[in-house]
Every structure is written in C-alpha cells, then in structure tokens.
C-alpha cells in the first residue's frame, strides 16, 4: 500500500534543496513522462485528440479541487489576462479594493482600465475598508512576497453586506490550502507554483451567470462546437465558462493533467499538513538562531527579513530560496523533508 512518503518519493528526484515552490514548483516524474509522450505525438504527425482531451480532463481535476462545478471553470494563460477580462466587465469609475503590494498580476489590469478607482489598504484592513461604494475587491489568498494569509471568510462577508464582487487569487494556495472558489465571484489560480504543472495555464471560475464577463478573447475553441466554429464568426459561444477560454498550450495540459491527478490523490488536508509541518520547524528553528520571520502564520511560506541577500551564497550550497525586497523567502511543499529544512538552517548558521 502506497503511503505518502513512497508515493512522493517516487514522482521526485531534486539533485538539490529545493525551498523555491512560490516561484514554481517541481515536476512529477509522471507529468514529464506525460510530456515526453506529447511531444512524441508531434513528432510522429499523430492525431492531436489526446492533447485536447487532456484539457478536459485538466480542467475536470481542477474544478474539483476548487470545489466547483466543471461548467465554471475556464481555462486561460495566465493571471494577468485573466484579471484583464475582470477589470474589463466594470464600468467606467467602478472602485476596486486591493491589498497594498499584492502582486502584480492580480492588481495591474485594473490600473491599466485607466478610468476605475483603485484603492489599496494593509491585508489586515482589507474587510473593514469594503465600503457601499466598492464594486469589486480583488487579493491573493496567500501574499507572494511572505506568506500572509487573507482572511477571506471576514472579506466575502464585508463584500457581501455592501454589494460588493470577490476576485480572489489562489495561485500561492492551491495545492496546498483547502479552497472553497464558490464562496467567491470570481478566482483565478496558475498552475505552475504548488499544483506542480508545466507553465503557460491558469484556471479562472466564473458564477453561474458569468458575473457580466464578456468573452474578449473568444476564438474557435470558445465556442459551444469548437470544430465547427474555425471560420467566421462563432455563431454559438460554450454554455458553460469555456466560453472564455482561449486556445490552449496543448503540451502544458498534457503535463499539468497528471500533475493534478498526484495532488488528488495525497489530499490537499495532507500536503496542507505536510507542508506546514516544515514551515513550522524551520520558524522555530530561525529563532533558535536570533531570526524572527515575518508574521504569515498557518502559511507554508516564510520570509525572513535581512536575509535575502544571502539568496545567491545558498544556491551555491545547492539550496533554492528566493530573494523579494531583501527578504528571504522559503517555500515548503509536498517534496520537501525535514533534513531539507534542517539543511537551510545549518548554512544559515555557518
């Protein structure tokens, strides 16, 4: 009987220490044998129909770690066009709430309309600030640059109270915290940090209704019969959320498939488990050595201030951290173990 440690053991052989999945994450032995096979497709001039089932089924496995129904589940390229069509749907002078320094894929777009108000307060404030003029409020659920936590209960409840829509977007949490996309309008994630697949796909999920989305970027495979609908104008959009879908990265989803099929079967509860385990200790570790990281409790990053520009002296000692603002950023995931954390530690100490 495969346990977790066996079945992890056998999807990943790092050649280093790699603390780094909030950049982007490792890829499973059975996501790179995936790619190898469609690649192979290419090359031999077989039919492409496994690739574009691939997608499906991707989009299958997602939908159900998000919790949602397949039908609102659209497959895109990246954060930043998928914020685009959100910050597209508002109306002319509509204000967005944002967490100050939130990344910028998630905020950017809204900026760029030129004719919205956008109004950024602290993570900590960002509930409390939600106020009858606010059209949407839009935060990651896990901050990029250190690990905090968004309290998105409190937020979908202060939206809710004032008319407000939620965007919130899981791409430093999915795969590894347990998300609810339904209690929200909107969310958007990528897939290749801590869902552990190829770059170039992000799932974004939509209400029922679409939330006044308009499908600018709909081509061929937007369609509700896509290969009847190569020529001319789409007569028929998709009926469910592939209406905003735009034409997929094949070889990606032929990875990214079997990567959400590995995190299906260890259970978000048991990578979420797993990985905090080892946020903790290397917390407690850092303060064994007079550091002190900053406060993201209950997160599977921790970034340690001062320490950032010891970034480049780790990879030369085969440990992968990163570097944001002069911090020193650690990541955990499903594929790191306690020697790794013990690792970091004692060359932090040397």
């Known amino acids: 009987m495969e346990t977790f440690e066996s079945l992890v ?24 044998a995936a790619l190898h096979e469609a690649v192979a497709i290419r090359t031999e001039g077989r039919a492409l129909d496994p ?6 089924t991707a989009r299958a496995s997602f939908a159900r770690l998000a919790g949602v129904p397949v039908t609102r589940v659209a497959a895109g390229a990246s954060v930043a066009s998928q914020t685009g069509l959100v910050a597209a749907a508002l109306p002319s002078g509509a204000e967005v709430l944002t967490a ?7 905020i950017n777009p809204f900026h760029t309309r030129g004719d919205l ?29 250190d690990g905090r936590i968004a309290d998105l209960p409190a937020l979908r409840e202060a939206a809710r109270a004032h008319g407000a829509r939620t965007y919130v977007d899981f791409s430093q949490a999915a795969g590894w915290l347990p998300m609810d996309a339904g209690a929200y309008d909107f969310t958007v994630s990528t897939t290749f ?7 170039g796909a992000a799932f974004l999920v939509v209400p029922e209704d679409f939330g006044e989305l308009t499908p ?14 190569c020529y001319g104008p789409v007569a028929e959009l998709a009926h469910s959320a592939r209406r905003f879908d735009v034409s997929p ?14 995190i299906e079967e260890l259970g978000v509860d048991a990578v979420h488990a797993h990985d905090l385990d080892l946020a903790d200790r290397f917390r407690a570790g850092l303060a064994t050595l007079g550091h002190e990281a900053l406060p993201a409790p209950g997160s599977a990053i921790v970034s340690v ?6 970034q480049g002296e780790l990879s030369r000692a085969g440990i992968e951290v990163s570097n944001r603002a002069g911090n020193l950023r650690a990541s955990f995931h499903l594929y790191n173990t306690p020697a790794d954390v013990d690792r970091l530690l004692n060359v932090l100490a040397g």
């Open 216 to 229: 600018l970027l709909a081509g061929w495979v937007a369609a509700e019969k896509p290969w009847d609908s």
């Open 249 to 262: 990265s094949l070889f990606t989803y032929a990875g990214l498939r079997h990567s959400l099929d590995l």
């Open 51 to 56: 690739l574009f089932e691939d997608v499906e």
């Open 100 to 106: 100050e320094d939130d990344f910028t894929s998630v």
């Open 193 to 199: 940090k801590w869902l552990l697949g190829p770059h």
């Open 117 to 145: 108000k956008v109004r950024a307060v602290p993570l900590e404030r960002l509930a409390e600030s939600v106020r009858s003029g606010t059209a949407l409020v839009a935060v990651s659920a896990a901050q990029s640059a």
């Open 9 to 32: 053991r056998a999807e990943f052989s790092p050649k280093n220490t790699y603390l780094n999945t909030a950049s982007s994450g490792l890829l499973p032995a059975r996501t790179v």
């Open 305 to 310: 201030p001062g320490l950032g520009q010891r």
